[in-house]
């Protein structure tokens, strides 16, 4: 074995940590371009632009949600478990709006009826829109803790509903992760567009990048001060497999801020998030695109590992019984399974990376209208 159990656990929650992130910054900014394709584009060239400035790419970016859920699955089976019953519905939501994507990307183009191409430019909205929103509900969701517990035959029972998840906070955490999405994807359009699009795409970026600042501080004040954290009392050694009844949890108000306070360093995400978010907007208002998607791109990251550092090293907190909260250390597949999986990261991974990046080398440059014109036939 290269690592021992612990090392490997606490290595698995960051190898899910990244493929979050890398789906955000990949992704993302393909949901964003989606969720404003009605809103940014007046005529059917301007969303012929906004639809080639992704299109070629967008499948390879979506990739990265398909590898975190098989990461789940592998890694952490109990929590793909919980996750995929309990958010049953809102995971189901989810694909369906994502089946808009490739059917609109492939078919709207093929038949020039406008009634044809707008009825597919409002499904890549929602394949853009609602995927951006839930998946910040999730999160506000698991901030919150989920109606989960385990029997003594750890068998689970989610006593929640599609409804409940739409609370108020949660709500908040979707609003954060739709602007910050729409923000980076309007970071991205104006790095590959001119013209009209392009003074759009930076207006987008201006509202929406504050809306998203305004959101996370919010959610960040409601959950210091309004919302109650877990943590672990006692559990067995934590580098050996246990049951998750096996340990004792409390809940307690300020939980989720104790990581910070023992941990100073974990500071830097919402620091990330705030700083990044800030010099995007800068950077796009005197249009320096490229730059500015660096930034977004790290408000993102910053975002999402706010999250991680605070809930750490919880997975799935369980509000009806803390004792059933799924952590890093109890929910994760054999010793064995983690090394075999840890190897095939270290190989892949690098490859992965290297391969996207050469794409977006040979892909990158301005989409025009006038190159949608003379593409016409060829194009999206």
Known sequence: MLFDYLTLKIIWWLFVGVLL????????FDLGIGALLPFVARTDAQRRVMLNAIGPTWEGNQVWLITAGGALFAAWPLVYAAAFSGFYWAILLVLFALFFRPLGFEYRSKIADPRWRAAWDWGL???????????GVAFGNLLQGVPLAYDEFVRPTYTGSFWGLLNPFALLAGIV?????????????????????????????????????????????????????????????????????????????????????????????????????????????????????????????GVILTAGFAMYSFVIPSSTDPASSLTVYDATSSHRTLNLMFMAVVVFLPIVIAYT????????????????????????
């Open 177 to 301: 992760s739709l602007t910050m999405l729409i923000m980076h994807g309007a970071v991205y359009l104006q790095l590959r567009t001119d013209g009209d699009i392009n003074a759009r795409a930076r207006k987008a970026v201006r509202i929406f990048g504050i809306v998203f600042m305004v959101a996370f501080a919010g959610a960040g004040i409601w959950q210091a001060f309004g919302i109650d954290g877990y943590r672990i009392v006692s559990m067995p050694d934590a580098g050996s497999a246990f049951s998750p009844l096996a340990k004792k949890v409390e809940v307690a108000a300020g939980a989720w801020m104790q990581n910070y306070s023992t941990c100073g360093w974990t500071i830097i995400a919402p620091v990330m998030a705030f700083a990044g978010g800030l010099a995007a907007l800068l950077l796009s208002g005197i249009n320096l695109p490229g730059w500015a998607f660096v930034f977004s791109g790290t408000a993102l990251a």
């Open 125 to 135: 909205f929602v394949g853009g829109f609602v995927p951006a929103l839930v998946f």
């Open 21 to 28: 992130i890398g789906f955000a910054l990949m992704d993302g």
């Open 357 to 380: 990046s050469w794409v977006y080398r040979v892909l990158r440059g301005k989409v025009t209208e006038e190159k949608i014109k003379r593409e016409t036939h060829t194009a999206y």
